[in-house]
């Protein structure tokens, strides 16, 4: 069983993670879903007052999914939550260093670049569609100033997005 709009998961990695740890944790495992939403109907609490449709099931797991649009982990964000990531392996990952900062008061900057997607493809303002760009480490002297040169970075790399990059 999976969630609706599952065509998501090749422009969104976290969405694609949420769902398939759900779907491994809770449906794999026969746990029974119908706790997620009726009250227990016995003291051990293996059973559920009613049941869900497979209808309702698929719709919980693509609520579950939806923790992992930018909307979704803003909500999160919003409500103290913070997203821990296992350290990866640094592949991929882009190194940027200030070349105007002196060499003291630097810090490092871990962002990553995205843009929103519409139906097309295209870039727009916003939409639950996410293409993830690079993962940039940048040592700068302010947080502005990493920003600032991320920005210069992914716009020289991915000039069919200028002006619709976002960092997360």
Same mark, same amino acid.
């Given at each position: 069983?999976?969630?609706?709009?599952?065509?998501?998961?090749?422009?969104?990695?976290?969405?694609?993670?949420?769902?398939?740890?759900?779907?491994?944790?809770?449906?794999?495992?026969?746990?029974?879903?119908?706790?997620?939403?009726?009250?227990?109907?016995?003291?051990?609490?293996?059973?559920?007052?009613?049941?869900?449709?497979?209808?309702?099931?698929?719709?919980?797991?693509?609520?579950?999914? @939806?923790?992992?649009?930018?909307?979704?982990?803003?909500?999160?964000?919003?409500?103290?939550?913070?997203?821990?990531?296992?350290?990866?392996?640094?592949?991929?990952?882009?190194?940027?260093?200030?070349?105007?900062?002196?060499?003291?008061?630097?810090?490092?900057?871990?962002?990553?670049?995205?843009?929103?997607?519409?139906?097309?493809?295209?870039?727009?303002?916003?939409?639950?569609?996410?293409? @993830?760009?690079?993962?940039?480490?940048?040592?700068?002297?302010?947080?502005?100033?990493?920003?600032?040169?991320?920005?210069?970075?992914?716009?020289?790399?991915?000039?069919?997005?200028?002006?619709?990059?976002?960092?997360?």
């Amino acid at each position: 069983m999976n969630g609706f709009k599952t065509y998501r998961h090749t422009n969104n990695p976290v969405e694609k993670k949420l769902h398939d740890k759900f779907i491994e944790w809770y449906v794999n495992e026969h746990t029974n879903l119908d706790l997620f939403v009726f009250p227990a109907a016995n003291a051990q609490q293996t059973i559920a007052e009613d049941t869900l449709s497979d209808r309702e099931k698929r719709i919980v797991i693509t609520m579950v999914q @939806w923790m992992g649009t930018p909307l979704g982990q803003s909500l999160l964000r919003e409500c103290g939550f913070e997203q821990v990531q296992k350290p990866e392996k640094e592949k991929g990952k882009v190194f940027l260093k200030d070349p105007k900062g002196l060499n003291i008061f630097k810090k490092k900057y871990d962002l990553q670049g995205f843009v929103y997607l519409d139906d097309d493809d295209k870039p727009t303002d916003c939409s639950s569609m996410v293409k @993830w760009l690079n993962k940039l480490e940048i040592k700068a002297r302010t947080e502005n100033r990493a920003n600032e040169l991320a920005f210069e970075f992914l716009n020289k790399n991915y000039p069919e997005y200028n002006g619709f990059i976002n960092l997360f």
